[in-house]
């Protein structure tokens, strides 16, 4: 059972380029969210799905997308990356029955544009 | 829209010190708590959650935290740090019905042998 799992681990990438972060998780959760983390501001929501086939934007989501593929999986895309996309996501997953369950979180993804 | 304020942002302790770290947050309605922990180089992973009954809550590793509704307070406390405590604890607020999570900017807590 290998939780939320994400790749790459590590990225860099150039002003404008685009890429996919991939995000899976294995213990049938409903709910899938994406999250950056930066220093001195903790994790800001980024995109969050709340069941299969649904996704909704969270605190900052301009500059991305998402994908939920199927119920495993939540992939974020940067279309045209920007330097202040620079920062380290974390996707996580939860069963939500009800608000309280807690979220799982995967390793995390450090991306560099440059 | 709801905020989350942790105004340590770095404390550093010897060994066997108690701690506390405060979390305080803006929302006026029925809210769930949460304190994730973050070691060094790991993921994050819950410490504990309130969100009804005894205001006191027990989490793992022998943290406890403490839900002071009127000051809108969820403080993270532990008797006696160890040097494995060494870690970035993040508090964070659901609204009651509602899945999304809002974090606090995250307290780094250094742990002297």
């Known amino acids: 059972n290998a939780g939320v799992t994400q790749t790459p681990k590590f990225q860099v990438l150039k002003t404008g380029q685009s890429m996919t972060l991939q995000c899976a998780q294995d213990?049938?959760?409903?709910?899938m969210y994406w999250y950056r983390q930066d220093p001195g501001m903790g994790l800001r929501l980024i995109y969050y799905?709340?069941?299969?086939?649904?996704?909704d934007k969270g605190e900052v989501p301009n500059g991305y997308n998402v994908s939920r593929l199927n119920k495993r999986e939540f992939s974020l895309r940067l279309e045209s990356a920007a330097p202040s996309q620079t920062s380290v996501y974390f996707c996580?997953?939860?069963?939500?029955?009800?608000?309280?369950?807690?979220?799982?979180f995967g390793p995390g993804t450090r991306l560099t544009v440059l | 829209a709801q905020s989350v304020s942790q105004h340590n942002h770095h404390v550093i302790l010897s060994e066997a010190a108690s701690l506390e770290l405060g979390c305080n947050y803006s929302?006026?309605?029925?809210?769930?708590l949460f304190w994730y922990v973050q070691y060094p180089g790991q993921h994050l992973q819950l410490l504990l959650k309130?969100?009804?009954?005894?205001?006191l809550v027990k989490g793992i590793k022998g943290f406890e935290a403490e839900f002071i509704k009127s000051k809108f307070s969820f403080n993270l406390r532990k008797p006696s740090v160890q040097w494995s405590d060494t870690a970035e604890y993040f508090c964070?607020?659901?609204?009651?019905?509602?899945?999304?999570?809002?974090f606090g900017t995250g307290t780094r807590l250094t742990i002297i042998p």
């Open positions: 309130y969100f009804s009954g005894d205001p």
């Open positions: 996580a997953s939860s069963e939500f029955r009800s608000s309280t369950d807690t979220q799982y």
């Open positions: 929302y006026g309605g029925t809210v769930n």
């Open positions: 799905s709340a069941s299969e086939g649904t996704t």
């Open positions: 964070a607020v659901s609204l009651f019905g509602n899945e999304k999570l809002t």
């Open positions: 213990m049938n959760h409903n709910s």
